[in-house]
């Protein structure tokens, strides 16, 4: 398996709080990226990054920030909950025309 | 705008049988195709890709198809096995901005 890890597993917070999601990774590979599942619209990207300090916007990605200080850690910030952004939040990786890896999955309960 | 879809949100098949599984995409800057299996509560894995050059690619029970030109795939599973059962998310990559974007899915059961 891909070594992979997202953390935490699983989050209940309040409307308006800020939150932070990471994604760990060992593997050493250039692109990470973002996405959230949500039923009736599959994976649907967030952000994503091809290196450290370079990120670009995915699909869904108001509301949302990430950050990648280091090559392993890929940070997903959520500035101020809502209740729009329960999901399940999935990392990857990748390393270019190769398949990607995916975490675990992160489930975000915003109430 | 959706570019890769997945139109079927679920499909049961008898064990045994051959599941199909469809896609459409609208970017023909797509350059490889990616599907994924999901189960419950856990990561998608991967599960078998094509490249836009190619039309077919078999990969033991799994065989996925291209047809560029109407702008579709499917995954071919025979014969389906009760393991099977998940939700297969197809996938699209265009080489010039890395991004991989997914389909709705496809819930398959297989029937004992």
């Known amino acids: 398996d891909a070594g992979i890890t997202q953390s935490p597993r699983h989050k209940v917070t309040e409307t308006g709080t800020p939150v932070t999601l990471r994604c760990h990774q060992t593997?050493?590979?250039?692109?990470m990226y973002w996405y959230r599942q949500d039923p009736g619209h599959g994976l649907r990207l967030i952000h994503y990054?091809?290196?450290?300090?370079?990120?670009d916007k995915g699909e869904v990605s108001d509301g949302y920030s990430v950050s990648r200080s280091k090559t392993e850690d890929f940070l997903l910030t959520l500035e101020s909950a809502t209740s729009s952004q329960t999901s399940v939040y999935f990392c990857?990786?990748?390393?270019?025309?190769?398949?990607?890896?995916f975490g675990q999955g992160t489930r975000l309960t915003v109430v | 705008d959706q570019q890769v879809k997945q139109n079927s949100p679920s499909l049961s098949v008898q064990e045994g049988r051959i599941s199909i599984l469809n896609c459409d995409y609208t970017?023909?800057?797509?350059?490889?195709f990616l599907w994924y299996k999901k189960y419950p509560a856990e990561g998608p894995t991967f599960l078998i890709s094509?490249?836009?050059?190619?039309d077919k690619n078999e990969d033991g029970r799994f065989t996925v198809f291209l047809n560029k030109s109407a702008k579709h795939l499917s995954l071919h599973i025979v014969p389906s096995q009760p393991g099977d059962s998940a939700v297969y998310f197809c996938?699209?990559?265009?080489?010039?901005?890395?991004?991989?974007?997914f389909g709705t899915g496809t819930r398959l059961t297989i029937i004992p």
């Open positions: 990857a990786i990748s390393e270019t025309d190769t398949e990607a890896f």
């Open positions: 990054s091809y290196g450290v300090k370079d990120t």
């Open positions: 996938a699209a990559i265009h080489f010039g901005n890395e991004k991989l974007t």
């Open positions: 094509i490249s836009s050059i190619k």
């Open positions: 970017n023909s800057m797509f350059d490889y």
């Open positions: 593997e050493n590979h250039r692109y």
